[in-house]
C-alpha cells in the first residue's frame, strides 16, 4: 500500500505559475522510488486525464501534449516526494490535481494508489 498526500492547489492568474506537491506518507511494500508515478487531473464535468509521468529513477518523464513546456514533473525519492511545476497556466488547467502510481490505459481510480486530490483553479 501506498499512502499519497497532495499540496500546493490554489487560485491562480492565467499565465501565473504553481508548484504542486505529493508526499508517500507510508509504503508498505518496498519503497516509494520502487513506483513509476503519475499526475492525473480531473476537470469540472470531465473524466480523469493523464497529466505527466515519470519513472521510478526520475530520468525519464512525459507529458500530456497540452502541458508540454509548460509543467514539469519530478521526484525525490528519498523524501518520498513527488513534484509538479506548472508554468504559464491557463484556464483549462483548472481541475483537480491528483499524486497517483502510474497505470497504463485509461485512469481508474480502483486501480492503484491515490492522493485525495488538491484543486488547481486557474482564473481570469
Known amino acids: 500500500e501506498v499512502q499519497l498526500v497532495e499540496s500546493g492547489g490554489g487560485l491562480v492568474q492565467p499565465g501565473g505559475s504553481l508548484s504542486l506537491s505529493c508526499v508517500a506518507t507510508r509504503v508498505t511494500d518496498g519503497y516509494f522510488g520502487d513506483y513509476a508515478m503519475s499526475w492525473v487531473r480531473q476537470a469540472p464535468g470531465k473524466g480523469l486525464d493523464w497529466v505527466a509521468h515519470?519513472?521510478?529513477?526520475?530520468?525519464?518523464?512525459n507529458y500530456t501534449d497540452s502541458v508540454k513546456g509548460r509543467f514539469t514533473i519530478s521526484r525525490d525519492n528519498a523524501a518520498n516526494m513527488l513534484y509538479l511545476k506548472m508554468n504559464n497556466l491557463k484556464p483549462d488547467d483548472t481541475a483537480v490535481y491528483y499524486c497517483?502510481?502510474?497505470?497504463?490505459?485509461?485512469?481508474?481510480?480502483?486501480?492503484?494508489?491515490w492522493g485525495r486530490g488538491t484543486q488547481v483553479t486557474v482564473s481570469s
Open positions: 497517483a502510481t502510474r497505470q497504463w490505459g485509461r485512469y481508474d481510480k480502483s486501480r492503484g494508489y
Open positions: 515519470i519513472n521510478t529513477k526520475g530520468t525519464i518523464t
